[in-house]
């Protein structure tokens, strides 16, 4: 297993392209180890040669944020290794609006959900410890671990200033799917009709408030700095691999040219490489944004969230229920 020693160690869900591939590249420049996690570990290893990464500054290890045994594989693989474990980047998400009806992980959940929240809410609190027992044994004392999640503008009406309307916006109502099992039929988690977009949108939502709520239980007691990042419109990435050819030439243009929120993979994934290990951006709860209207040189600020990702009562309900998802007690001794 290749490694620089005594170098600060990331993990990094759905490295092998788009933002967690440039953010894995801008990490190892600054002298980062990337655990790059995929569930492709050939399609992972071809990206990073692609894009000239040090063989040595990268561990590639198998990972499938939709099963839940894949999860705890993971774990347990990475803690045979024994590397440190200094930041945690959930970056990977699936994304599948063309489906008619719901596809399913092995544990019978609708799949984005299952991938993009449960997912990552399981491998966030499997590995709390790690963040938090680098931190202890961390020789500068003012180091900090860091338990980063991508966000997403559809997510979170504030990125609009609250006044564009959004087509099926994110809203998990009063998370009466997740209250009755989320098994089939269930497959929304507010408990109405499947719509695949709004799953995706909802699963992202989710990601928001349980960052959110890993801030309120962990950071006082611990340090660790957990905080969401949107890095502007990433229009062109796999995650839009399943939506129409048209939608996929006519979306990017629309970014580029109209909205102005379109960024660059590569730009993209430099600025959460930053949220990961810049000290300006050591603050915990932060929802870190570059906007939705790019200009040039224009630095990150602290966005407000929505009412919706913000409710103390909902983060404390979808937490719970969440536990009750991934077979976890609703707190760890830490």
Known sequence: MNMRANNPTVIITGASS???????????????HVVMACRDLGRAEEAAFGENIEPNSITLMKLDLGSQESIH??????????????????NAATYMPRLKTPARSPEGFELSVATNHF??????????????????????KDFRSRLITLGTVTANSEEFGGKVPIP????????RGLESGFLNPIAMIDGKKFKPGKAYKDSKLCNMIISKELHRRYHDRTGIVFNTVYPGCVADTALF???PKAFQVIFPWFQKNITKGYVSQALAGERVAQTVADDDFA?????????NRQREGRQAFAQPLSTKASSLQLGQSLWNLSASMVNLPTEDTL
Not at 18 to 29: D, H, I, R, W
Not at 128 to 137: A, C, G, H, I, S
Not at 168 to 175: M, N, S
Request: aromatic share 10%.
């Open 119 to 140: 997912g990552h809410y399981l491998l966030s609190r499997l590995l709390l410890d790690l963040l938090f027992n680098t931190q202890k044994e961390h020789s500068q």
């Open 241 to 243: 691999r399943d939506t």
């Open 18 to 32: 788009g933002v967690g591939l440039y953010a894995t590249k801008s990490l190892v420049q600054r002298g980062w």
């Open 283 to 291: 603050t915990s709860g932060v929802h870190w944004s570059w906007g």
């Open 168 to 175: 099926a916006p994110a809203d998990l109502g009063q998370l």
């Open 73 to 90: 594989l993971f774990e347990s693989s990475f803690r045979s290794t024994g590397m440190p474990l200094h930041a945690l980047l959930n």
